[in-house]
């Protein structure tokens, strides 16, 4: 993987050449659901004023996103380069999935093979949905979040 024009394939700025890609994935628990709320709410304007509000920004219920953890379990996927002096760096953790099992404890139906593939769901594009001109997840843009780490 190439960080900067003009450097060997791999070899970025710090020297440091990208050996590895992967993706791990940590549990949405109610202090995760708390601190997003927290970073939510300066966006979104109050009730008398909705002409401030940040388009696509809604508040967070923290009550019914926690009440929901007994039934349901969230996930968020970081996405992360291994260096060759063995540093792992995260490229970005903006990708996630949920399990829902109808109503029931999630907890008794998650095994390790079945997260894993959910992990390689969400990080890898779908091959028959990739073309040219398509958004989905790209080896350039993770290069580019690379560049952006100055690795």
Do not use: N, Y
């Not at 004023?49 to 007994?70: K, M, W």
């Not at 949920?98 to 769901?121: A, E, I, N, Q």
């Amino acid at each position: 993987m190439t960080a900067a024009a003009g450097r060997g394939a791999g070899e970025q700025a710090t020297g440091l050449r990208v050996v590895g890609l992967g993706a791990w994935c940590d549990f949405v628990d109610q202090q995760d659901i708390r601190r997003r709320a927290a970073e939510v709410a300066p966006l979104v304007s109050p009730v008398t004023s909705r002409e401030d509000a940040v388009p696509g920004v809604a508040p967070v219920d923290v009550a019914r996103e926690t009440a929901d953890l007994r039934r349901q379990a969230s996930f968020v996927v970081h996405e992360f380069a291994d260096l060759s002096d063995g540093t792992r760096v995260t490229l970005h953790q903006k990708r996630g999935f949920g399990v829902s099992t109808g109503g029931v404890d999630p907890w008794p139906f998650l095994t390790r093979g079945g997260l894993m593939g959910d992990v390689l769901t969400t990080a890898l594009p779908d091959d028959t949905a990739v073309d040219e001109h398509s958004d989905e997840h790209s080896f350039e843009w993770l290069a580019g979040l690379c560049a952006d780490r100055s690795v």
